[in-house]
Each structure stands twice: as structure tokens, then as C-alpha cells.
């Protein structure tokens, strides 16, 4: 959707690799939205190759056992949930 | 309260005593209160109960605070001016019919209506400095890795820090004294550069004699002329005090805008796919396939501005597309930090207008989500950074407060403090 306008199928497919449905109108609105943000987005290829020499170290802990919620308070938000586990819609 | 503040408002005492004993916080929605709600801003968490407090809400606790409620934000911080909020917008209490800035525009707002003596935010592009800026008091954002993110629901997390509000510099800084610091349970902090007997709130002495202020030129240009001239007033008082500036130049950040928004969304895409209502939130039925119930959830539970975000962070990151935008953000990102210490090394912290332009009026600019994003100039390019930056009420143009922002070097918030409290 880069080097021409953004079209409706693209917003479309994009909502769905994102698992977000879209109304009629939001993808209208998203289309042309998009198609300006991307355009300002294209400005990037005027920046040039840098030298990323990050100066971090990793952070380990040992792999230890320690204190973790309970199920119970694990579970208190699901909208539902059966014989201690979470409840999900059907996978397929 | 007339304003719209808070989104709940709840008292939780701290500790009987402590360094804040007797002092009332404003708590930003997007961090967990155990046994508070916390919507984040969104109707998806509409009924979330955090099981745990974030590791600033302990220590606030620890600290002797009393939090007095959880601050309207932009949903998920994603807002320059806390109108995405799915529970309604928040008035600015220092201009009247404006926007309090975003995405902490709750925090902001508490602050300056003397609903809470400080208040926490957190900062992703700005979203602690833009609302400081136009509500006229004191935010700071921290350098990354010196407060703990644990408990604070992501959105950016390579970007933000969580940061304090206050009426002055002061006071925001006696608030970081009690949240920064290494925690064990967020692998990115480290210790303070404090000395035992130091804290930040004691650098708030206002001493700016033979400071050397850089001022970036790019961070001028096509500001507001009032919001300019406020700006200059601003740093001629620092200049009265002992002060010295001069320009300097920060190419890259001509790249900053589009190379933070390439990120952000990215870093969106990924984190708010967890909200699929199964585990909490927003839930999409069980009708359909797994795919049909996730996607129905996050229609019905996320907004305008937040799909938004997450369809362009989705794109972004794709199959043929990943090099020519995310890889291209990240080599932006990586000249505006070398450009920032090459600008540090002649200078002891930069200054700029926080925010390109005054408030707002509410409901201006919700239209163009494009030009909303070019009003994080200013901010956006300290993130990319990791940098700590200040904001410090600089005066008014035409009634609307204006924010003077200063960036210092990694870790050098003492620096910071000590030059802004000169101000306010």
C-alpha cells in the first residue's frame, strides 16, 4: 500500500492479520487516514544507515521458584471460566 | 468535579508515616492499583481489578501517599490530548474549554486543579510533558530504566517510563525520590546515581550560574510565535541567573515523528494483543471460531485511535514491509541518540518549547490524526533517546500556559532538577 493509494481491501486485510473487525465506515475513514500517515511514513528512506552499537548487558536472575498469584485471583477477571481453568471460544 | 479527572475516584491510604505522610497523589489509570479498577482508558478493561499494585503504587504506598484516584488518560496513551478516553474528556483547569494535553492529561489536570498535591503519569512521547505543559506544572520523565515499568500496562515499552507530576519542581522531584531506583521485578532498571545522603528533591536549589544551555534550532522551527516568544522570555531569565545558551543543531530529528510513531504502533500491535477477552476484559462471546470471538472483542472494546495504531503497527511489521519501515525507525532512532550526545557534550542539558503550540480548544483536533502526531515534536525525540527530560511552566501566550522543556544526559535528572527549579 506503499507506492500507490491504500486501498479498502488492504485496511481490510490488515484488520484481520490484527484480529480487529471493522465496520463499513471505520474502513472508509481508515483508508484515506492511512494513506496520509504512510505517505509521512515514506520520509524514512531519507535516513541513513547508522552504527547501532548498543552498550547493554543482560540482566539474568537464577531460576528460582518464588511466590506467584493464586488461581483463584488469576481467574477473578475472566469473563468466564470452568473447573479452575479460563473458558475460550472454540479453537478451530 | 466538573472537570472530569478522574475515572474512579478512591482513597487508598498509604503507611502512617513516611517521606509523603500527609500528601494526596493522583494516580494515572494505566497503572495497577490492587483491588482498584484500572480501565487503562478503555471500554475493554471497563471492569478490570488489577490482582497486584504496580511497583510504584507500593511505594508510593510505603511511602506514607494517600492515592486519591485513578486519572483519565487517553486510551492506552495513545492521545496528545485525553479525548480518546472511552469515559469522556477531561477540561483543562488552567484554560478553561481546552484540552489538559495527553496522554496523562488526568494527572495533569489533578495537579492543577488541587485535586491531589502530585500525581503519577507515564510518558511514551510526551504524554507526561505535553499535559504538564499545557495544564502550567511540573512533569518530569525519567531516563529509561530509572523508575520500574512493573505493574504499568504497556503500550510502547522499549519508550516509556512512568513519571511525577507537581505544582513545582520540587515537589514533582520528592515524588521520584520515592519511585525510582532498580527493581527486581523489571530487568531495564538500575540503581540512582544518588549519593546515601543525596536525593533529587535537594538538587531543587535553582542554581544556574555557569550553566550552558543548547538550544536545538530544528525544535523552533514552525512553533506558535507566542509559544516562541514565551520560550525566549523564559531563557532570558535563566540567562539573568547566571545562565549561557546557544544554538545547536539536531539533524535527525527532523525524522523523529515518523520514526517514534513506526515504533510505538509496533511495539502496539504486539503488546495489545493480549486483549482477546478470555482472561479479562472486553469479552467477544463464544460464538464462531477463536479468530471470530477475539476480533468481535477488540471491535467492540478498543477505540478509534487504538485500532488505528494497532492496523498501521500490524502493516508496518508485515512480510515485505518490516525493512522498509520498522528497520528504517531504528536507524532514525539511533541518530537522533548520537546526535543528542553529540549536542550534550557541548551543552549542560538542551531547551525547547515542550510543545510546539498552545492547548487546544476540546474537540479541535480530533479530525486529523496526522497533524496530532506532528504536535510531539518536541517530545517524541527524548523517548527515541532514553533521555531525561523536565517540563517547567514558562508563562502564558494569549491566557494558555507553556511549557519549557529541558533534556539532559542519561541518568543526569539532578541536573535537570537543579536547572528547572530556577523557573518554578
Given at each position: 500500500m506503499s507506492d500507490d493509494a491504500v486501498s479498502p481491501e488492504e485496511v481490510r486485510h490488515v484488520a484481520e492479520l490484527a484480529r480487529v473487525d471493522l465496520a463499513d465506515d471505520e474502513v472508509d475513514r481508515f483508508t484515506g487516514q492511512f494513506a496520509d500517515i504512510l505517505e509521512y511514513f515514506e520520509t524514512l528512506d531519507e535516513v541513513p544507515e547508522v552504527d547501532r552499537d548498543a552498550d547493554l548487558a543482560n540482566v539474568m536472575r537464577p531460576d528460582e521458584e518464588r511466590a506467584s498469584l493464586d488461581s483463584e485471583e488469576a481467574l477473578r477477571n475472566a469473563p468466564e471460566t470452568e473447573d479452575g481453568y479460563f473458558k475460550g471460544p472454540n479453537v478451530s | 468535579m466538573s472537570e472530569n479527572i478522574f475515572i474512579t475516584e478512591e482513597r487508598i491510604d498509604g503507611s502512617d508515616d513516611g517521606p509523603l505522610a500527609g500528601k494526596t497523589v493522583a494516580v494515572k489509570d494505566n497503572i495497577s492499583t490492587e483491588g482498584v479498577r484500572t480501565t487503562c482508558g478503555s471500554r475493554m478493561l471497563e471492569d478490570y481489578v488489577p490482582p497486584y499494585d504496580a511497583t510504584v503504587v507500593s511505594r508510593l504506598k510505603d511511602a506514607g501517599a494517600t492515592i486519591v484516584?485513578?486519572?483519565?488518560?487517553?486510551?492506552?496513551?495513545?492521545?496528545?490530548?485525553?479525548?480518546t478516553s472511552y469515559f469522556g474528556e477531561t477540561d483543562n483547569p488552567a484554560a478553561p474549554g481546552h484540552v489538559p494535553g495527553g496522554s496523562s492529561g488526568g494527572s495533569a489536570a489533578a495537579v492543577a486543579a488541587g485535586e491531589a498535591d502530585l500525581a503519577l503519569g507515564s510518558d511514551t512521547g510526551g504524554s507526561v510533558r505535553c499535559p504538564a505543559a499545557f495544564c502550567g506544572v511540573v512533569g518530569i520523565k525519567p531516563t529509561?530504566?530509572?523508575?520500574?515499568?512493573?505493574?504499568?500496562?504497556?503500550?510502547?515499552?522499549?519508550?516509556?517510563?512512568?513519571?511525577?507530576?507537581?505544582?513545582?519542581?520540587?515537589?514533582?522531584?520528592?515524588?521520584?525520590?520515592?519511585?525510582?531506583?532498580?527493581?527486581?521485578?523489571?530487568?531495564?532498571?538500575?540503581?540512582?546515581?544518588?549519593?546515601?545522603?543525596?536525593?533529587?528533591?535537594?538538587?531543587?536549589?535553582?542554581?544556574?550560574?555557569?550553566?550552558?544551555?543548547?538550544?536545538?534550532?530544528?525544535?523552533l522551527e514552525g512553533?506558535?510565535?507566542?509559544?516562541?516568544?514565551?520560550?525566549?522570555?523564559?531563557?532570558?531569565?535563566?540567562?539573568?541567573?547566571?545562565?549561557?545558551?546557544?544554538?545547536?543543531s539536531l539533524p535527525s530529528?527532523?525524522?523523529?515523528?515518523?520514526?517514534?510513531?513506526?515504533?510505538?504502533?509496533?511495539?502496539?500491535?504486539?503488546?495489545?494483543?493480549?486483549?482477546?477477552?478470555?482472561?479479562?476484559?472486553?469479552?467477544?462471546?463464544?460464538?464462531?471460531?477463536?479468530?471470530?470471538?477475539?476480533?468481535?472483542?477488540?471491535?467492540?472494546?478498543?477505540?478509534?485511535?487504538?485500532?488505528?495504531r494497532i492496523l498501521l503497527g500490524t502493516y508496518a511489521l508485515s512480510a515485505g514491509y518490516h525493512d522498509k519501515y520498522y528497520k528504517k525507525a531504528q536507524d532514525a532512532r539511533a541518530w537522533v541518540k548520537q546526535d543528542f550526545d553529540e549536542a550534550l557534550s557541548e551543552a549542560d542539558v538542551l531547551a525547547s518549547p515542550t510543545m510546539p503550540v498552545p492547548p487546544f480548544e476540546l474537540g479541535e483536533s480530533l479530525d486529523d490524526p496526522l497533524q496530532l502526531y506532528l504536535a510531539d515534536a518536541n517530545?517524541?525525540?527524548?523517548?527515541?533517546?532514553?533521555?531525561?527530560?523536565?517540563?517547567?511552566?514558562?508563562?502564558?501566550?494569549?491566557?494558555?500556559?507553556?511549557g519549557l522543556q529541558l533534556v539532559g544526559p542519561a541518568?543526569?535528572?539532578?541536573?535537570?532538577?537543579?536547572a528547572a527549579s530556577a523557573l518554578a
Open positions: - | 484516584g485513578k486519572a483519565n488518560m487517553d486510551e492506552f496513551g495513545m492521545g496528545t490530548t485525553t479525548e529509561y530504566g530509572l523508575v520500574s515499568r512493573y505493574g504499568l500496562v504497556a503500550y510502547g515499552n522499549s519508550l516509556e517510563q512512568i513519571g511525577p507530576f507537581g505544582e513545582t519542581v520540587e515537589e514533582a522531584a520528592s515524588l521520584l525520590d520515592v519511585i525510582a531506583g532498580s527493581d527486581d521485578r523489571d530487568a531495564t532498571t538500575r540503581e540512582t546515581p544518588l549519593e546515601a545522603d543525596e536525593s533529587y528533591a535537594d538538587a531543587a536549589t535553582g542554581d544556574v550560574d555557569g550553566l550552558s544551555i543548547g538550544v536545538p534550532t530544528e525544535l512553533a506558535d510565535e507566542g509559544v516562541v516568544e514565551t520560550f525566549w522570555d523564559a531563557l532570558a531569565e535563566l540567562e539573568d541567573r547566571g545562565a549561557e545558551y546557544h544554538e545547536v530529528v527532523e525524522h523523529a515523528v515518523e520514526a517514534y510513531y513506526v515504533i510505538a504502533m509496533s511495539e502496539a500491535s504486539s503488546n495489545l494483543a493480549r486483549f482477546d477477552g478470555v482472561r479479562y476484559g472486553r469479552s467477544g462471546g463464544y460464538d464462531g471460531n477463536w479468530n471470530e470471538a477475539f476480533a468481535t472483542a477488540r471491535e467492540e472494546g478498543f477505540g478509534d485511535e487504538v485500532k488505528r517530545t517524541v525525540p527524548v523517548n527515541l533517546a532514553d533521555l531525561p527530560a523536565i517540563s517547567v511552566p514558562a508563562g502564558e501566550t494569549d491566557g494558555l500556559p507553556v541518568f543526569g535528572e539532578e541536573r535537570l532538577i537543579r
